[in-house]
């Protein structure tokens, strides 16, 4: 039986409860009445004995019938009150069941997103070579990630200094005689060529780039730079520059380096200009 079942007949029987009550109330409050007349009593002493012998049990009866109605009321409010904690606390704990849930598919969503868009990165290095594969995997990157730009620097040596060319990109408009190229600890590309250290930046600072569309041009949101290094795991070799309208993530910001850990496995030695 359901809740709003028990209810209603709790209430009910609360009212016959009631009703029989008020019949045994009326019948003990006219019982002396009837016996008088039934017994043809005329002394008015008498009359008074039996109202007051009377009186005494009809007092008790009113205060249990009292204290009954009382216990009723009591208890189906203690009832409604556990009901409605408990309906309170079982939407918390679906709602930290669904949060949960939510969070254990987004992580599940996130790492089978970063496999799959591994194995796609993986099918274009066994496919493609030359300048035509580093520019394929930029856009798959850019791609999956949403990114409006996209750039990726490549080391040249130049005695004791080095520097980080422009090599493809992606959305990203460089005149053909125009030349970008970075210093070792210059800019923030520079400066993660130096550090080895990604960065990742929610508030893109103003006039540090622009997104150039058939609308105009816009600057991005966000910024992601992610180095990629050579097999010894010190020297920074290659570097990708992302930039997005929206909020790079951490889980992105792994995908990224990911990929540039399979690029150093499989084509570091393309990945150094030589002079």
Do not use: H
């Not at 030359?130 to 080391?155: D, H, M, P, T, Y």
């Amino acid at each position: 039986m359901k809740s709003k079942s028990y209810k209603i007949f709790a209430w009910v029987a609360t009212a016959l409860f009631v009703l029989l009550s008020g019949k045994l109330f009326y019948d003990f409050y006219t019982l002396d009445a009837r016996i008088v007349e039934e017994l043809g009593i005329i002394e008015i002493a008498k009359k008074r004995v039996l109202a007051n012998t009377i009186l005494i049990p009809f007092v008790a009866f009113g205060i249990a019938f009292f204290m009954a109605v009382l216990a009723i009321l009591l208890t189906n409010i203690a009832g409604s009150t556990r009901y409605a904690e408990g309906m309170v606390i079982g939407e918390v704990k679906n709602d930290q069941n669904t949060e949960k849930r939510g969070q254990t598919e987004a992580q599940s969503t996130s790492k089978g997103m970063s496999l799959s868009a591994l194995g796609e990165v993986n099918k274009v290095l066994s496919e493609y070579s030359g300048e035509e594969r580093l520019e394929r995997i930029l856009s798959l990157i850019c791609k999956n990630l949403e990114a409006a730009q996209g750039a990726v620097f490549l080391l040249r040596k130049e005695g004791r200094k080095k520097f980080f060319n422009f090599q493809v990109g992606y959305a990203y408009y460089l005149a053909e005689s125009q030349k970008l190229e970075y210093e070792e600890g210059e800019g923030l590309v520079g400066q993660v060529g130096k550090d080895g250290v990604p960065i990742l930046l929610k508030n893109v600072p103003e006039g540090y780039m622009k997104v150039i569309s058939g609308l105009g041009e816009a600057s991005p949101r966000s910024l992601l730079i992610v180095p990629i290094f050579a097999r010894n795991g010190r020297e920074v070799i290659g570097i990708f520059e992302l930039a997005s309208f929206s909020t790079f993530t951490e889980l992105q910001k792994s995908y990224v380096q990911q990929v540039a850990s399979l690029l150093t496995e499989q084509m570091e030695e393309s990945l150094i200009i030589t002079a």
